[in-house]
């Protein structure tokens, strides 16, 4: 069972910064992608970005140039950078974590980001 705890978030002012991390524990095999995901109320969860094992990282379109996802295989944590943020960038994200050999995508608790205008 893959334990996965945020810490990070808070309240921060429009063009602010903000850096995310998760620890993910438990895992008796690699942990394979890591991602950052929110989901706003009402909405449906949608990634913001992953990294795999190798450090190959994606991102969605409206985050480019302002997040950077990043992870420490040693530490089996992976970071959110989060620069220039936007208002619309308020909402509860969630770390996630696929494992070799594994079908299931564990899930952290969520954290809260406010960005003020």
């Known amino acids: 069972q893959v334990q996965l705890v945020e810490s990070g978030g808070g309240l921060v002012q429009a063009g602010g910064s903000l850096r995310l991390s998760c620890a993910a524990s438990?895992?008796?095999?690699?942990?394979?992608?890591m991602g950052w995901y929110r989901q706003a109320p009402g909405n449906e969860r949608e990634l913001v970005a992953s990294?795999?094992?190798?450090?190959?990282?994606t991102y969605v379109d409206r985050v480019k140039g302002r997040f950077t996802i990043s992870r420490d295989n040693a530490k089996n944590t992976v970071y959110l950078q989060m620069n220039s943020l936007k208002p619309e960038d308020t909402t509860v994200y969630y770390c996630?974590?696929?494992?070799?050999?594994?079908?299931?995508?564990?899930w952290g608790q969520g954290i809260q980001v406010t960005v003020s205008s």
């Open positions: 996630a974590a696929d494992q070799y050999g594994s079908a299931r995508k564990y």
């Open positions: 438990g895992s008796i095999f690699p942990i394979t992608v």
């Open positions: 990294i795999t094992r190798g450090g190959s990282a």
